[in-house]
């Protein structure tokens, strides 16, 4: 079962989708973006986003899919406190999970370690969602 909360669409019209979470006190937000309309899957984040992203890593499969993490452009600095993972659900289908930390987490937390464990709920809930 996955987590509720609520959230504000911020649907992206080239790709499909989008909610957004913030609290405006810590600076902290997480983000959630279907791949949808695109119909390219993970092999468009490895062809476009790869070549270009200053940290990029792959991390392990949460719950089967394969995920890839990155951040920053290649040139300048890796931001700390951002992150963004990209999850194959399918060959045509694919989601991307950001995270902010907030102010109490900057310097003690790894954006991209705990970006998984937004990405297992996301994918918690959509699996419910589709009853499987």
């Known amino acids: 079962m996955g987590v509720q909360v609520t959230g504000q669409r911020e649907d ?11 609290n405006h006190d ?7 973006s279907y791949a949808l309309t695109t119909h390219v899957g993970l092999s468009d ?7 270009k992203s200053a ?3 792959e ?22 406190d951002f992150c963004q993972a990209s999850v194959g659900l399918s060959d045509s289908i694919s989601i991307d999970v950001s995270l902010t ?18 990405v297992d709920m996301t994918v918690t809930t959509l699996r419910a969602k589709a009853g499987s």
């Open 101 to 118: 930390l907030g102010e109490s987490k900057r310097e003690t937390a790894d954006a991209c370690g705990l970006v998984s464990q937004i």
């Open 45 to 51: 984040v490895y062809a476009n986003t790869q070549p």
């Open 59 to 80: 991390l392990p499969a949460v719950q089967g899919f394969p995920v890839v993490a990155h951040a920053g452009i290649k040139g300048s600095a890796i931001p700390a």
């Open 26 to 32: 810590t600076g902290g937000a997480v983000g959630v």
């Open 12 to 22: 992206l019209a080239q790709v499909g989708p989008a909610c957004a979470w913030s």
């Open 55 to 57: 940290l990029w890593k």
